[in-house]
């Protein structure tokens, strides 16, 4: 009687490869391990998810050359690189006729899924974004929804996706925000019959976020048909955004025809309706304001400051010639008023025929005279740049309008019909920003100018340096100095985004989350945002999968 054993016989599917073509992983194994592989070639499916960065999440270099200018492969570098260069300087590198996307920027060293070298991670964009911001998010994705399917292993088909999918069944103690639907068995099974290779796309967040939209809209194009033909068949993405780039996300799926090759949207702690704090960074910068803004983890209130800005003159160089930066303004759909100044006793004064915070861009951000504009006009011209005229600022302003007007009140479709988001709270943040007046010296107490005249002193005779607190010389001669300062944050959201923003699309999605304790620039490294994206993904894939059999052709999941 012949006992020997017969070997299993091994199936290994395959999946798309870092050029979209079928490709399959086999690991070498000891010499006693005889049992045969069987390679599947099969049709696959395919959903690639594109991930859109923040602002400041895009590498850049200098148009035409291999110049490196916003390089976030390593924050202390980057620091240094950034951090003692004044306004003139940082106005004439960071320009945003000047700059376009790098993608040049470090990328995993060890293989993850069928990407086995640097030249894969690059053909996918993963070069284009910062390493430091989203490399550990990328990676997580790509594990989690492309493992490959090995029959006759210990390994399940699809083994992390069915982990994952085993978490993020049942959320709702994540903070849903609308009646929550668990994850379905057929869903989940919808899911699995699709592969997503993950990409990544960059784009020039100086320059106007309108033509970032168009950058993305060709990028899905470019995907979808590097995914169709031969055994491949694609004809939508997923699209998943951080921050600004949600912005990106909306605007491009309300360009002609982009919404039907978005199968769905997921954004993460995105400035709906902008945030106040770019306010308040372009008159007083960085230094003040803490690292909950940006990463504090990473590189500490000081060296965040140093990079962005610290005062407000080196913030406003930048900021005036860049619409991508203006766009991140609150908008005139932002729920509240957002800008007050208090009085000596902290009584909130009269804002009324002075500034507006529901039509911004005509009280706000074009007040030329009054020191709680926007932009103080002697800022436009540091020492060292190329001076900018009020005329030049006022155009980049009107197209922050209207990128603005495109998206929200005026626009036909706000967001995608098929999104999913979620936004953070409870860290300190701010939903409004506040001015607090007081008065110096002490003396002057006694004759302290009315809080209202003290709202008509113009910039001249304000001695502002772009720090906190600022000096406010009376209106009239003789009377008293006073400082202003602004109060530090008291409200609740993600560090840099508040809650009256984050949660604004809660009437235009599927599903909002509101997550607490999660800081904005790192939001994508936490456990419960990864499995919420999770969710969001699986829910979406099934929807399309759903969309492919009612036009009876093969759904994801049936015979390969």
């Not at 916003?70 to 003139?88: H, I, P, T, V, Y």
């Amino acid at each position: 009687m012949n006992t020997t054993t017969v070997p299993p016989r091994r199936r290994l599917y395959t999946q798309p490869g870092a050029n979209g073509q079928p490709s399959v992983t086999v690991t070498l194994t000891p010499a006693h391990r005889t049992d045969t592989v069987q390679i599947v070639v099969q049709l696959n499916h395919v959903l690639p998810v594109v991930f859109v960065p923040g602002i400041m999440g895009s590498n850049l270099k200098k148009s035409g050359t291999e110049n490196a200018v916003w390089r976030l492969d390593d924050e202390e570098k980057l620091g240094l690189s950034m951090g003692f260069k004044n306004a003139g300087e940082r106005q004439r590198l960071l320009h945003p006729n000047r700059v376009e996307v790098d993608p040049r920027g470090k990328v995993p060293e060890s293989p993850v899924g069928v990407l086995r070298t640097a030249a894969d991670f690059r053909a996918r964009g993963w070069g284009e974004v910062g390493h430091t911001s989203y490399n550990e998010f990328l990676v997580w994705a790509e594990k989690n929804f492309n493992s490959q399917r090995c029959e006759g292993t210990d390994e399940d088909t699809y083994g992390r996706l069915g982990a994952t999918l085993l978490v993020v069944k049942d959320g709702r103690a994540w903070g849903a925000q609308k009646p929550f639907d668990p994850l379905t068995e057929d869903e989940s099974r919808s899911a699995q019959g699709w592969s997503y290779p993950v990409h990544a796309c960059g784009y020039n967040w100086l320059d106007d976020n309108e033509i970032a939209a168009q950058r993305l809209a060709k990028r899905i194009d470019e995907i979808i048909a590097q995914y169709s033909g031969g055994m491949s068949r694609c004809t939508q993405v997923i699209v998943i955004t951080h921050s600004m780039g949600g912005l990106v996300a909306r605007r491009c799926a309300q360009l002609p025809g982009m919404a039907q090759k978005i199968a769905g949207v997921v954004h993460g702690v995105m400035p709906a309706v902008g945030a106040p704090v770019a306010y308040r960074r372009c008159k007083v910068g960085m230094m003040d304001e803490g690292a909950s803004g940006i990463g504090k983890a990473a590189l500490g209130s000081w060296g965040v400051a140093r990079v962005i800005g610290a005062t407000g003159q080196e913030v406003t160089a930048v900021f005036a010639q860049s619409p991508g930066a203006l766009q991140l303004l609150p908008t005139a759909e932002y729920p509240r008023a957002w800008l007050e100044v208090r009085d000596i006793d902290s009584a909130s004064l009269s804002m009324a025929g002075r500034m507006d915070t529901a039509k911004p861009y005509d009280t706000v951000y074009t007040e030329r005279q009054q020191w709680w504009g926007l932009v103080k006009e002697d800022w436009l011209k540091p020492k060292d740049g190329e001076p900018l005229t009020w005329t030049t600022y006022l155009k980049t302003l009107r197209l922050a309008s209207s990128f603005h007007a495109k998206l929200n009140a005026s626009a036909a479709v706000p967001y995608h019909p098929n999104t999913y988001a979620f936004y953070g709270h409870g860290v300190p943040s701010f939903e409004t920003v506040c001015w607090q007046i007081e008065t110096l010296p002490t003396e002057w107490r006694s004759k302290r100018l009315a809080g209202t005249q003290a709202l008509d002193v113009r910039h001249d005779r304000a001695v502002m340096d772009g720090t906190n607190p600022e000096q406010l010389r009376g209106a009239v001669q003789g009377a008293p100095t006073y400082n202003v300062q602004l109060l530090p944050a008291a409200d609740s959201g993600d560090g840099t985004v508040p809650v009256a923003s984050g949660r604004a699309p809660l009437p235009n999605v599927h599903q909002i989350f509101g997550i607490p304790g999660i800081e904005h620039e790192p939001a994508y490294k936490s456990g419960i945002a990864q499995h919420v994206t999770a969710y969001a993904i699986t829910r979406i894939a099934a929807s399309a999968a759903q969309a492919i059999g009612a036009g009876k052709t093969t759904k994801p999941g049936a015979a390969r």
